[in-house]
Protein backbone atom coordinates (compact mmCIF):
# COMPACT_ATOMS: atom_id res chain seq x y z
CA UNK A 1 0.00 0.00 0.00
CA UNK A 2 0.76 3.84 -0.57
CA UNK A 3 0.98 7.20 -0.37
CA UNK A 4 1.80 10.10 -2.71
CA UNK A 5 0.44 12.78 -4.88
CA UNK A 6 -1.05 12.08 -8.50
CA UNK A 7 -2.60 14.13 -10.99
CA UNK A 8 -6.28 12.62 -11.71
CA UNK A 9 -4.75 10.93 -14.87
CA UNK A 10 -1.87 8.64 -13.24
CA UNK A 11 -0.10 10.38 -10.05
CA UNK A 12 -1.00 9.41 -6.47
CA UNK A 13 -0.72 11.68 -3.33
CA UNK A 14 -2.11 11.11 0.34
CA UNK A 15 -3.46 7.37 0.58
CA UNK A 16 -5.69 7.31 3.70
CA UNK A 17 -6.96 3.93 4.41
CA UNK A 18 -10.79 4.15 5.60
CA UNK A 19 -12.48 1.15 6.82
CA UNK A 20 -16.10 0.15 6.79
CA UNK A 21 -18.11 -0.81 9.71
CA UNK A 22 -21.98 -1.45 9.67
CA UNK A 23 -23.93 0.40 12.97
CA UNK A 24 -27.15 -0.15 14.26
CA UNK A 25 -29.02 1.78 16.82
CA UNK A 26 -29.57 0.60 20.05
CA UNK A 27 -33.30 1.82 20.24
CA UNK A 28 -34.23 0.73 16.35
CA UNK A 29 -37.24 -1.46 15.98
CA UNK A 30 -36.87 -4.03 13.10
CA UNK A 31 -40.43 -6.19 14.38
CA UNK A 32 -42.67 -3.53 16.13
CA UNK A 33 -45.17 -4.06 13.41
CA UNK A 34 -46.10 -7.51 15.52
CA UNK A 35 -47.44 -5.78 18.50
CA UNK A 36 -49.02 -2.80 19.25
CA UNK A 37 -46.08 -0.82 21.65
CA UNK A 38 -43.90 0.32 20.09
CA UNK A 39 -44.35 0.78 16.71
CA UNK A 40 -41.53 2.88 16.66
CA UNK A 41 -38.23 3.51 17.92
CA UNK A 42 -38.40 5.33 21.56
CA UNK A 43 -36.39 7.91 22.53
CA UNK A 44 -35.43 8.56 26.23
CA UNK A 45 -33.92 11.97 26.72
CA UNK A 46 -31.58 12.17 29.53
CA UNK A 47 -31.23 16.35 30.35
CA UNK A 48 -27.95 16.33 31.89
CA UNK A 49 -23.90 15.50 30.62
CA UNK A 50 -23.00 12.51 29.29
CA UNK A 51 -21.55 10.22 31.68
CA UNK A 52 -23.24 11.45 35.08
CA UNK A 53 -24.94 8.84 37.43
CA UNK A 54 -28.38 9.49 36.29
CA UNK A 55 -27.72 9.11 32.72
CA UNK A 56 -25.67 5.49 33.15
CA UNK A 57 -28.61 4.45 35.08
CA UNK A 58 -30.85 5.76 32.48
CA UNK A 59 -29.08 3.62 29.41
CA UNK A 60 -28.79 0.63 31.61
CA UNK A 61 -32.87 0.86 31.78
CA UNK A 62 -33.02 2.00 27.71
CA UNK A 63 -31.18 -1.24 26.37
CA UNK A 64 -32.89 -3.17 29.36
CA UNK A 65 -36.54 -2.19 27.59
CA UNK A 66 -35.16 -2.84 24.34
CA UNK A 67 -34.28 -6.12 25.23
CA UNK A 68 -38.33 -6.70 26.55
CA UNK A 69 -40.18 -5.02 23.97
CA UNK A 70 -38.08 -6.73 21.11
CA UNK A 71 -36.31 -3.80 20.06
CA UNK A 72 -32.20 -3.30 18.74
CA UNK A 73 -30.44 -6.49 16.54
CA UNK A 74 -27.22 -6.75 18.93
CA UNK A 75 -25.46 -9.16 16.71
CA UNK A 76 -24.82 -9.64 12.97
CA UNK A 77 -26.41 -12.45 12.46
CA UNK A 78 -29.45 -11.29 14.42
CA UNK A 79 -29.78 -8.19 12.15
CA UNK A 80 -29.77 -10.97 9.17
CA UNK A 81 -32.59 -12.94 10.56
CA UNK A 82 -34.56 -9.83 11.13
CA UNK A 83 -33.82 -8.62 7.25
CA UNK A 84 -34.94 -12.01 6.38
CA UNK A 85 -38.26 -12.19 8.55
CA UNK A 86 -39.22 -9.31 7.07
CA UNK A 87 -37.73 -8.24 3.35
CA UNK A 88 -37.37 -4.87 1.80
CA UNK A 89 -38.27 -3.56 5.26
CA UNK A 90 -35.54 -2.89 7.14
CA UNK A 91 -33.88 0.57 5.93
CA UNK A 92 -30.02 0.88 5.38
CA UNK A 93 -28.42 3.76 5.19
CA UNK A 94 -25.11 4.61 3.23
CA UNK A 95 -23.19 8.01 1.90
CA UNK A 96 -24.36 8.57 -1.99
CA UNK A 97 -24.97 5.92 -4.68
CA UNK A 98 -21.77 4.24 -6.12
CA UNK A 99 -19.57 5.58 -2.91
CA UNK A 100 -17.23 3.06 -1.20
CA UNK A 101 -19.39 2.53 1.31
CA UNK A 102 -22.47 1.84 -0.99
CA UNK A 103 -20.74 -1.19 -2.53
CA UNK A 104 -19.75 -3.08 0.22
CA UNK A 105 -23.39 -2.57 1.42
CA UNK A 106 -24.67 -3.86 -1.39
CA UNK A 107 -22.17 -6.23 -1.87
CA UNK A 108 -22.78 -7.86 2.08
CA UNK A 109 -26.70 -7.70 1.75
CA UNK A 110 -25.92 -10.31 -1.85
CA UNK A 111 -23.54 -12.27 -0.16
CA UNK A 112 -25.85 -12.89 3.27
CA UNK A 113 -29.11 -13.53 0.61
CA UNK A 114 -31.42 -10.65 2.38
CA UNK A 115 -33.19 -7.84 1.02
CA UNK A 116 -32.92 -4.40 2.46
CA UNK A 117 -34.36 -0.77 1.24
CA UNK A 118 -31.03 1.16 0.63
CA UNK A 119 -31.49 4.76 1.55
CA UNK A 120 -28.27 7.18 -0.35
CA UNK A 121 -27.38 10.29 1.82
CA UNK A 122 -25.34 13.02 0.66
CA UNK A 123 -22.21 11.91 2.63
CA UNK A 124 -22.62 9.87 6.01
CA UNK A 125 -22.19 13.41 8.25
CA UNK A 126 -26.08 13.43 6.48
CA UNK A 127 -27.14 10.42 7.62
CA UNK A 128 -25.52 9.77 10.98
CA UNK A 129 -29.05 12.56 12.68
CA UNK A 130 -31.34 9.92 10.86
CA UNK A 131 -29.54 6.90 12.14
CA UNK A 132 -29.37 8.14 15.92
CA UNK A 133 -32.87 9.58 15.66
CA UNK A 134 -34.52 6.27 14.20
CA UNK A 135 -35.38 7.58 10.78
CA UNK A 136 -32.96 4.25 9.09
CA UNK A 137 -32.22 1.27 10.96
CA UNK A 138 -28.53 0.78 9.77
CA UNK A 139 -25.69 2.37 8.39
CA UNK A 140 -22.83 1.30 6.78
CA UNK A 141 -19.67 3.96 7.28
CA UNK A 142 -16.17 4.97 7.57
CA UNK A 143 -14.59 4.26 10.40
CA UNK A 144 -13.55 7.90 10.58
CA UNK A 145 -16.91 8.96 11.15
CA UNK A 146 -18.10 5.26 12.85
CA UNK A 147 -15.34 5.41 15.73
CA UNK A 148 -16.24 8.16 17.81
CA UNK A 149 -19.89 7.30 17.34
CA UNK A 150 -19.30 3.87 18.87
CA UNK A 151 -17.03 4.84 21.49
CA UNK A 152 -19.95 7.69 23.07
CA UNK A 153 -22.39 5.16 22.80
CA UNK A 154 -24.42 6.86 20.40
CA UNK A 155 -24.89 3.28 18.32
CA UNK A 156 -24.37 0.23 18.12
CA UNK A 157 -21.34 -1.76 15.63
CA UNK A 158 -22.10 -5.10 14.59
CA UNK A 159 -19.33 -5.85 12.21
CA UNK A 160 -16.12 -4.17 10.75
CA UNK A 161 -15.50 -4.87 7.49
CA UNK A 162 -11.54 -5.08 7.74
CA UNK A 163 -9.72 -7.98 7.45
CA UNK A 164 -8.13 -7.32 11.24
CA UNK A 165 -10.63 -6.05 14.01
CA UNK A 166 -10.06 -2.16 14.02
CA UNK A 167 -7.17 -1.09 16.68
CA UNK A 168 -9.77 1.43 17.55
CA UNK A 169 -12.57 -0.37 18.73
CA UNK A 170 -10.69 -4.00 18.99
CA UNK A 171 -14.06 -5.46 20.97
CA UNK A 172 -15.99 -5.15 17.17
CA UNK A 173 -16.20 -8.52 15.51
CA UNK A 174 -14.88 -8.93 11.57
CA UNK A 175 -17.24 -9.74 9.40
CA UNK A 176 -16.04 -13.16 9.18
CA UNK A 177 -15.79 -13.76 12.82
CA UNK A 178 -19.28 -12.88 12.92
CA UNK A 179 -20.59 -15.66 10.76
CA UNK A 180 -19.57 -14.33 7.26
CA UNK A 181 -16.65 -15.70 6.21
CA UNK A 182 -14.27 -14.05 3.30
CA UNK A 183 -16.14 -10.97 3.79
CA UNK A 184 -14.32 -7.81 3.50
CA UNK A 185 -13.85 -4.93 2.05
CA UNK A 186 -11.23 -1.72 2.35
CA UNK A 187 -12.03 1.64 0.81
CA UNK A 188 -8.83 4.18 0.11
CA UNK A 189 -9.20 7.97 -0.01
CA UNK A 190 -6.89 9.86 -1.95
CA UNK A 191 -5.98 12.90 -2.87
CA UNK A 192 -5.47 14.11 -6.29
CA UNK A 193 -3.99 17.04 -8.40
CA UNK A 194 -4.45 18.20 -11.88
CA UNK A 195 -3.83 16.37 -15.11
CA UNK A 196 -0.39 17.20 -16.08
CA UNK A 197 1.14 18.36 -12.86
CA UNK A 198 4.44 18.56 -13.96
CA UNK A 199 6.85 15.49 -12.16
CA UNK A 200 9.25 17.41 -9.90
CA UNK A 201 6.14 18.91 -8.23
CA UNK A 202 4.77 15.31 -7.83
CA UNK A 203 7.62 14.36 -6.31
CA UNK A 204 7.95 17.23 -3.86
CA UNK A 205 4.60 16.71 -2.61
CA UNK A 206 5.11 13.35 -2.30
CA UNK A 207 8.03 13.58 -0.29
CA UNK A 208 6.50 16.16 2.03
CA UNK A 209 3.20 14.51 2.50
CA UNK A 210 4.68 11.26 3.31
CA UNK A 211 6.78 13.19 6.30
CA UNK A 212 3.57 15.16 7.35
CA UNK A 213 1.95 11.06 8.13
CA UNK A 214 4.56 10.09 10.15
CA UNK A 215 4.58 12.90 12.49
CA UNK A 216 3.22 11.23 15.64
CA UNK A 217 0.43 13.96 16.70
CA UNK A 218 -0.78 13.40 12.83
CA UNK A 219 -0.61 9.34 13.31
CA UNK A 220 -2.68 9.76 16.44
CA UNK A 221 -5.42 11.96 14.93
CA UNK A 222 -5.62 8.98 12.76
CA UNK A 223 -5.41 6.46 15.80
CA UNK A 224 -8.25 7.68 17.08
CA UNK A 225 -10.72 7.18 14.59
CA UNK A 226 -9.15 3.60 13.78
CA UNK A 227 -7.49 4.76 10.16
CA UNK A 228 -4.19 4.44 9.11
CA UNK A 229 -2.17 6.51 6.90
CA UNK A 230 -0.76 4.57 3.91
CA UNK A 231 2.67 5.37 2.71
CA UNK A 232 4.25 5.01 -1.06
CA UNK A 233 5.26 6.11 -4.68
CA UNK A 234 3.15 7.41 -6.98
CA UNK A 235 3.73 4.32 -8.76
CA UNK A 236 2.36 2.64 -6.10
CA UNK A 237 -0.95 4.47 -6.14
CA UNK A 238 -1.12 4.39 -9.64
CA UNK A 239 -1.42 0.53 -9.53
CA UNK A 240 -3.49 0.41 -6.66
CA UNK A 241 -6.40 2.55 -8.41
CA UNK A 242 -6.07 0.51 -11.66
CA UNK A 243 -6.52 -2.67 -9.23
CA UNK A 244 -9.28 -0.93 -7.53
CA UNK A 245 -11.27 0.27 -10.54
CA UNK A 246 -10.78 -3.61 -12.20
CA UNK A 247 -12.78 -4.95 -9.03
CA UNK A 248 -14.62 -2.10 -8.21
CA UNK A 249 -16.02 -1.80 -11.49
CA UNK A 250 -17.05 -5.24 -12.22
CA UNK A 251 -19.28 -4.77 -9.47
CA UNK A 252 -20.65 -1.65 -9.89
CA UNK A 253 -21.85 -3.79 -13.30
CA UNK A 254 -22.93 -6.65 -11.57
CA UNK A 255 -24.65 -5.06 -8.70
CA UNK A 256 -26.12 -2.47 -11.46
CA UNK A 257 -25.96 0.32 -9.71
CA UNK A 258 -26.20 3.47 -12.11
CA UNK A 259 -25.15 7.04 -10.84
CA UNK A 260 -27.24 9.90 -10.52
Known amino acids: MSTP ?27 AGQQKYPTKPVRIIYPSATGSTGE ?4 VLAD ?7 QPAKTLKEFVALAKAKP ?17 AALFFRTAGIQVLLVPYKGESAALPDLMGGQVDALFSYSAVAVPQIKAGKVRALAFAG ?33 GLPKDIVALLNREIALILQEPDVRATYATTGSNPVLGSPEDLAALI ?9 LVKELGIVLE
Not at 172 to 190: I, R, Y
Open 5 to 31: FFDKCTRPMDLVAIVLVLLFTSHSGFI
Open 56 to 59: VRTR
Open 64 to 70: KLSQRLG
Open 88 to 104: GAITVAHGGVGVANHLP
Open 163 to 195: VERNHAVPEVLTFPEAGFPGFHFDATMLLLGPA
Open 242 to 250: KLEMEINGG
